[in-house]
C-alpha cells in the first residue's frame, strides 16, 4: 500500500512564497514519477509539475514555469517550492505517484494524497 501526505499549505499574500512537502510511504518500487496537481473550486484537477525518480528531470505547466520549483529530497520526499503566487493560484494541491518514469497527466498517476489547501489574498 502506497500512502502519499501533502503539507505546507496555508494562506498568503499575493506575491508571497509557500513551500509545499508531500511525503511517500510503502514499497519504493511502486512508484517512479512525483507530481503535483492542483483543484481550484468549480474546476478541474490540473496538472503543475513532475519530476523523475532521480531527479534530473522536471517538467511544469506553463502557468507555473518560472515561479515553482519542484524537486526530490530522495525516493520518499518531494516538494514543491511555489514563489510569486498569484490568486489564482489558489487551489487544494494533491501530491501523486506514478509507475512511469516521466507522467504529466493526471491518467498517469497512480497514487495520490489528500490534498493541502493553498489560498492567496490579492
Known amino acids: 500500500q502506497v500512502q502519499l501526505a501533502e503539507s505546507g499549505g496555508g494562506l498568503v499574500q499575493a506575491g508571497g512564497s509557500l513551500r509545499l512537502s508531500c511525503a511517500a510511504s510503502g514499497s519504493t518500487f511502486s512508484w517512479v514519477g512525483m507530481g503535483w496537481f492542483r483543484q481550484a473550486p468549480g474546476k478541474e484537477r490540473e496538472f503543475v509539475a513532475a519530476?523523475?525518480?532521480?531527479?534530473?528531470?522536471t517538467f511544469y505547466a506553463d502557468s507555473v514555469k518560472g515561479r515553482f520549483t519542484i524537486s526530490r529530497e530522495n525516493a520518499r520526499t518531494m516538494y514543491l517550492q511555489m514563489t510569486s503566487l498569484k490568486p489564482e493560484d489558489t487551489a487544494v494541491y494533491f501530491c501523486?505517484?506514478?509507475?512511469?518514469?516521466?507522467?504529466?497527466?493526471?491518467?498517469?498517476?497512480?497514487?495520490w494524497g489528500q490534498g493541502t489547501q493553498v489560498t492567496v489574498s490579492s
Open positions: 501523486a505517484a506514478s509507475r512511469l518514469l516521466r507522467a504529466t497527466t493526471r491518467e498517469e498517476y497512480d497514487y
Open positions: 519530476v523523475t525518480w532521480t531527479g534530473d528531470h
